[in-house]
């Protein structure tokens, strides 16, 4: 598990608070595409699922932005009122279930917080030369996050108590076979979105509560390798793999940040908790492998087919 | 270009180690080790007069710049030209040659595709098929046979399996090794392994271009997939070809000379085949152990897109960098004896497919056709030995060997 430290936390709008982290020595962090997600467990204990949302060119740093919710389960209110510049956050992902696809036009549709995610998409289709526009809609202006670092001339910004509910249909138009229309933002608007948009031109990121199939622990847990027959205890201080290593078990790995699939390994007994970038979801929750360079276990004891 | 020719020779950064010796040289590409011993011992970066170049050779470095695709881009070529000047010979590579955001799609697809988890439906058909090209090269005889390892094995294998799971046509299929050999020459200066492969390069790049087409691919394998992917707008229309094309360019060169380096390392290693026969748990590591070893890719390269401080200097924004993977792989300052072809050794993070964002995206199969093939000559051949003398081919990219003479010991 990576550890990160928050570097920043600086209110955005109201409501909403911006995340800066970065590794405590400064390093590098692993890459992400645009519409990437990272899981990210706070010192409450409880993981969330936050979009990146800063520069990929700035291989340091990770920017993830929080709105306030109190009807949520708590992870915001900790973030809002308790995590300080300084703590520590441990890091799942990233991974991408968001991706941009390629298209000559992009026509980017958010809703409040949901503008995090499109903000690397816009980065990415300035760079690649794409026609683009946004959409962005939010109850007030001054609940409405990152305005100032929207292009000029491609943003529509329409809070609803100025101006009403987003002039969807009209600012959408026919949409043709060149365009992708991405959104982002509360089920109302995406579902208002899918009754204009054909689904083959049309991508989407829900928000959800999920969270992420097993819990994460923090306390020690034992690997057996059937093969070899020895048994590892893995502390919250190093990887699966790590702790294989260093009993003398050598299994083959490459990028040891979950992306590259090489060290993927057959479970015979226990619950792995997946941390990867590789497995989908039904392969997760089939449990019948992991990646040991990133992925730890749910159960007390996990068997390795090695 | 030959020795006697002037050689344009820019200012150096100040502080940086110069070397007047042409990497690219026949001497240098069929024996690289002194080079790039001379090379990791001059420091972390050094200047290459020949060709206006920089070059890293420790680990440590290498791995560092092949993961920094921020400031060391590929965008510019990963060869000698550089695109920013020069016209490149073909359309570049949309993995290859492209940076963020350009090669996040196209990545994307072919990582899904090419994954282990993609790869379960060829395993029974690639090591059926092994068994059955061991069985037919062993006969019935029961004596020893004497083969060519890189055409009977290195070359025929792969390419009995791998252009049937990309779904190109029977016909042509020769084309397809002098076009990786052109292709992996290319990446180089100018010189007289270019010239050579010139004169037909066009008629093998055409005759691979047009395999790419949806229309000539057939309805099962990765080309398939590919396109089925631009069906779902995963993949632009005209991104399809060029990502099919990728396989066949840096799919077929690549494996021939990995197993090539397995098989020399086999015939010249003999307790290590007996380890790999007798040890189930070494049978993992042993196609990467190959890679490290004899890195068939030697060399990548990058351009830097700032000023790059490296060591007591910095690399000029602009500047060509040229990555020695085949070096980093034999740097001891981060392997021990990496001169010995060892099984017992953990290959883990050595740089033969690079690393970070371009790693060889086609590791997977590699392995598996390589897995494939030495498990049959595992359960066959109790021996391997030298025949006769291997002969090596210079390439401006690759460590090959042209032949290498093997008898095989049935058991």
Redesign the interface.
Same mark, same amino acid.
């Given at each position: 598990m990576t550890s990160l430290v928050v570097t920043a936390k600086d209110v955005v709008a109201d409501g909403v608070v911006a995340l800066t982290l970065a590794r405590p020595d400064g390093g590098?962090l692993p @890459?992400w595409?645009?519409g990437a997600h990272v899981d990210l467990t706070l010192g409450s204990g409880e993981t969330r699922q936050y979009s990146l949302c800063g520069d990929?060119? @700035?291989?340091s740093s990770y920017r993830v932005a929080v709105l306030r919710e109190p009807d949520g389960r708590g992870g915001s209110r900790y973030v809002h009122d308790v995590l300080a510049v300084g703590d520590p956050v441990e890091l799942g992902g990233p991974r991408?279930h968001f991706?941009?696809?390629?298209?000559p036009r992009y026509r980017f549709v958010a809703g409040g917080i949901g503008v995090t995610p499109l903000l690397p998409m816009i980065a990415?289709a300035e760079?690649?030369g794409a026609d683009w526009s946004l959409l962005y809609g939010g109850r007030r202006r001054a609940s409405m996050a990152f305005l100032d670092e929207l292009p000029a001339g491609h943003a529509t910004v329409v809070p609803q108590d100025e101006a009403g509910l987003l002039p969807l249909a009209s600012w959408l138009g026919t949409v043709d076979d060149d365009t992708?229309v991405y959104a982002c933002g509360p089920a109302p608007l995406l579902a208002a979105v899918e009754a204009l948009v054909p689904a083959?031109?049309l991508r989407t990121e829900r928000f959800t509560t999920t969270e992420i199939a097993a819990p994460v622990r923090d306390t020690p847990f034992t690997v057996e390798l059937a093969?070899?027959g020895t048994t590892v205890t893995v502390d919250a201080s190093v990887s699966v793999l790590e702790a294989m290593?260093r009993e003398g078990a050598?299994?083959?790995?490459?990028?040891?940040r979950g992306t590259?699939?090489?060290c993927?390994t057959t479970v015979l007994a226990g619950v792995p908790d997946h941390r990867d970038q590789?497995?989908?979801d039904h392969?997760r929750a089939a449990g019948d492998c992991m990646l040991p360079c990133v992925s730890r276990a749910a159960t007390d004891h996990l068997v390795l087919d090695? | 270009m030959t020795a006697a020719e002037p050689l344009p020779v820019a200012a150096p950064a100040p502080d940086v180690p110069v070397s007047h010796v042409d990497p690219f040289s026949v001497d240098v590409l069929t024996d690289p080790l002194p080079f790039q011993a001379a090379l990791r011992d001059a420091g972390p970066v050094q200047y290459l007069a020949a060709h206006d170049l920089y070059a890293m050779g420790r680990y440590a470095e290498v791995r560092a710049a092949l993961t920094d695709w921020q400031r060391f881009c590929s965008s510019a070529g990963v060869g000698l030209s550089n695109f920013r000047r020069e016209e490149p010979w073909r359309p570049p590579s949309l993995l290859l040659e492209a940076d963020p955001p350009h090669h996040d799609a196209p990545r994307r697809v072919l990582s899904a595709i090419l994954g282990p988890r993609a790869l379960r439906r060829w395993r029974d058909r690639w090591f059926a098929a092994a068994v059955e090209h061991v069985d037919a090269l062993l006969g019935t005889g029961g004596g020893p046979v004497e083969v060519d390892g890189m055409t009977a094995l290195a070359e025929a294998f792969p390419l009995r399996v791998f252009p049937d799971a990309v779904g190109i046509a029977r016909e042509g299929r020769e084309h397809l090794l002098p076009y990786g050999e052109y292709l992996f020459n290319a990446f180089g200066p100018h010189n007289e392994l270019v010239a050579a492969g010139a004169v037909e390069a066009g008629e093998h790049a055409a005759w691979v271009n047009g395999q790419c087409t949806r229309a000539t691919l057939a309805a099962e394998g990765f080309g398939a997939d590919i396109w089925a992917a631009a069906d779902r707008g995963d993949l632009t229309a005209e991104q399809a070809p060029l990502v099919v094309r990728s396989l066949l360019s840096a799919g077929v060169d690549t494996t021939v000379h990995g197993l090539g380096w397995v098989l020399h390392g086999m015939a010249t290693h003999p307790d290590q085949w007996a380890l790999y026969r007798s040890d189930d748990s070494r049978r993992r590591v042993c196609f990467d152990e190959a890679v490290r070893w004899g890195s068939p890719v030697q060399t990548f390269f990058r351009t830097a897109e700032v000023d790059v401080p490296v060591g007591d200097t910095v690399v000029p924004e602009g500047s060509k960098i040229l990555l020695y993977l085949g070096s980093a792989n034999h740097d001891p300052r981060h392997w021990d004896a990496p001169e010995r072809f060892d099984l017992r050794r953990d290959p883990s993070g050595h740089v033969g497919f690079g690393f970070g964002l371009h790693q060889c995206v086609g590791q997977h199969v590699a392995r598996l056709e390589a897995d494939a093939l030495l498990a049959a000559l595992a359960d066959r051949v109790e021996r391997i030995e030298p025949a006769g003398e291997p002969v090596r081919r210079a390439n401006n990219t690759m460590r090959e060997w042209a032949s290498l003479p093997l008898r095989l010991h049935p058991r």
């Amino acid at each position: 598990m990576t550890s990160l430290v928050v570097t920043a936390k600086d209110v955005v709008a109201d409501g909403v608070v911006a995340l800066t982290l970065a590794r405590p020595d400064g390093g590098r962090l692993p @890459d992400w595409t645009p519409g990437a997600h990272v899981d990210l467990t706070l010192g409450s204990g409880e993981t969330r699922q936050y979009s990146l949302c800063g520069d990929r060119w @700035d291989p340091s740093s990770y920017r993830v932005a929080v709105l306030r919710e109190p009807d949520g389960r708590g992870g915001s209110r900790y973030v809002h009122d308790v995590l300080a510049v300084g703590d520590p956050v441990e890091l799942g992902g990233p991974r991408n279930h968001f991706p941009l696809v390629p298209a000559p036009r992009y026509r980017f549709v958010a809703g409040g917080i949901g503008v995090t995610p499109l903000l690397p998409m816009i980065a990415a289709a300035e760079v690649l030369g794409a026609d683009w526009s946004l959409l962005y809609g939010g109850r007030r202006r001054a609940s409405m996050a990152f305005l100032d670092e929207l292009p000029a001339g491609h943003a529509t910004v329409v809070p609803q108590d100025e101006a009403g509910l987003l002039p969807l249909a009209s600012w959408l138009g026919t949409v043709d076979d060149d365009t992708v229309v991405y959104a982002c933002g509360p089920a109302p608007l995406l579902a208002a979105v899918e009754a204009l948009v054909p689904a083959a031109r049309l991508r989407t990121e829900r928000f959800t509560t999920t969270e992420i199939a097993a819990p994460v622990r923090d306390t020690p847990f034992t690997v057996e390798l059937a093969r070899s027959g020895t048994t590892v205890t893995v502390d919250a201080s190093v990887s699966v793999l790590e702790a294989m290593r260093r009993e003398g078990a050598t299994t083959l790995s490459s990028c040891e940040r979950g992306t590259c699939g090489t060290c993927e390994t057959t479970v015979l007994a226990g619950v792995p908790d997946h941390r990867d970038q590789v497995l989908a979801d039904h392969e997760r929750a089939a449990g019948d492998c992991m990646l040991p360079c990133v992925s730890r276990a749910a159960t007390d004891h996990l068997v390795l087919d090695l | 270009m030959t020795a006697a020719e002037p050689l344009p020779v820019a200012a150096p950064a100040p502080d940086v180690p110069v070397s007047h010796v042409d990497p690219f040289s026949v001497d240098v590409l069929t024996d690289p080790l002194p080079f790039q011993a001379a090379l990791r011992d001059a420091g972390p970066v050094q200047y290459l007069a020949a060709h206006d170049l920089y070059a890293m050779g420790r680990y440590a470095e290498v791995r560092a710049a092949l993961t920094d695709w921020q400031r060391f881009c590929s965008s510019a070529g990963v060869g000698l030209s550089n695109f920013r000047r020069e016209e490149p010979w073909r359309p570049p590579s949309l993995l290859l040659e492209a940076d963020p955001p350009h090669h996040d799609a196209p990545r994307r697809v072919l990582s899904a595709i090419l994954g282990p988890r993609a790869l379960r439906r060829w395993r029974d058909r690639w090591f059926a098929a092994a068994v059955e090209h061991v069985d037919a090269l062993l006969g019935t005889g029961g004596g020893p046979v004497e083969v060519d390892g890189m055409t009977a094995l290195a070359e025929a294998f792969p390419l009995r399996v791998f252009p049937d799971a990309v779904g190109i046509a029977r016909e042509g299929r020769e084309h397809l090794l002098p076009y990786g050999e052109y292709l992996f020459n290319a990446f180089g200066p100018h010189n007289e392994l270019v010239a050579a492969g010139a004169v037909e390069a066009g008629e093998h790049a055409a005759w691979v271009n047009g395999q790419c087409t949806r229309a000539t691919l057939a309805a099962e394998g990765f080309g398939a997939d590919i396109w089925a992917a631009a069906d779902r707008g995963d993949l632009t229309a005209e991104q399809a070809p060029l990502v099919v094309r990728s396989l066949l360019s840096a799919g077929v060169d690549t494996t021939v000379h990995g197993l090539g380096w397995v098989l020399h390392g086999m015939a010249t290693h003999p307790d290590q085949w007996a380890l790999y026969r007798s040890d189930d748990s070494r049978r993992r590591v042993c196609f990467d152990e190959a890679v490290r070893w004899g890195s068939p890719v030697q060399t990548f390269f990058r351009t830097a897109e700032v000023d790059v401080p490296v060591g007591d200097t910095v690399v000029p924004e602009g500047s060509k960098i040229l990555l020695y993977l085949g070096s980093a792989n034999h740097d001891p300052r981060h392997w021990d004896a990496p001169e010995r072809f060892d099984l017992r050794r953990d290959p883990s993070g050595h740089v033969g497919f690079g690393f970070g964002l371009h790693q060889c995206v086609g590791q997977h199969v590699a392995r598996l056709e390589a897995d494939a093939l030495l498990a049959a000559l595992a359960d066959r051949v109790e021996r391997i030995e030298p025949a006769g003398e291997p002969v090596r081919r210079a390439n401006n990219t690759m460590r090959e060997w042209a032949s290498l003479p093997l008898r095989l010991h049935p058991r």
